[in-house]
């Protein structure tokens, strides 16, 4: 709720499936050893995101389905994750500057801190600088959009400050 930042994890998987694995095992964990009841997974769908989201909603031996956070669209077809296009990627990015302009001691992570003085606006796309990486970056960005979407839709309570700060 505070969005202050409790892990992360920076490594190069080198295949989506090893990945997807490692996230699941992760959400096990998270469920079985911390007692989170209350988990939501944002993920991106767009390119190698999309074979996360299925991998996860094809998995046999658990259902993370209702963790997986959904849209639905004005046809009615409901899609897994988060789909990033030119215009909600600033308001993804937006929710994450919102968030750590207003309080960085939020973001624990040097690696974090590092990737967020390679990122720059070019044209209208905004990315890490050349030879760089935006992984931390996003992921950062996703799970502040995603707080703000479950406070949106009460699905995350605040406290009366947290409410506050929310809503100036």
Not at 86 to 105: A, H, R, S, V
């Amino acid at each position: 709720a505070t969005f202050t930042q409790i892990a992360e994890l920076k490594h190069r998987f080198g295949m989506v499936e090893r990945f997807a694995e490692v996230l699941k095992d992760v959400v096990k964990i998270l469920i079985s050893q911390y007692k989170i009841r209350k988990l939501k997974l944002f993920i991106e769908n767009n390119s190698y995101g999309n074979q996360v989201v299925e991998s996860l909603i094809n998995d046999t031996e658990f259902d993370y389905t209702p963790l997986i956070y959904c849209e639905t669209r004005k046809s009615g077809e409901v899609v897994y994750g988060i789909t990033t296009t030119g215009k909600n990627k600033e308001t993804i990015i937006n929710c994450l500057y919102e968030l750590i302009t207003d309080k960085p001691q939020r973001i624990k992570s040097q690696d974090l801190i590092n990737e967020l003085h390679t990122i720059e606006k070019k044209g209208q796309k905004i990315a890490a600088a050349k030879g760089y990486h935006d992984d931390l970056f996003m992921a950062a960005a996703f799970a502040a959009y995603g707080r703000n979407i479950l406070i949106k839709s009460n699905e995350l309570i605040l406290n009366e400050e947290e409410e506050k700060e929310f809503n100036k």
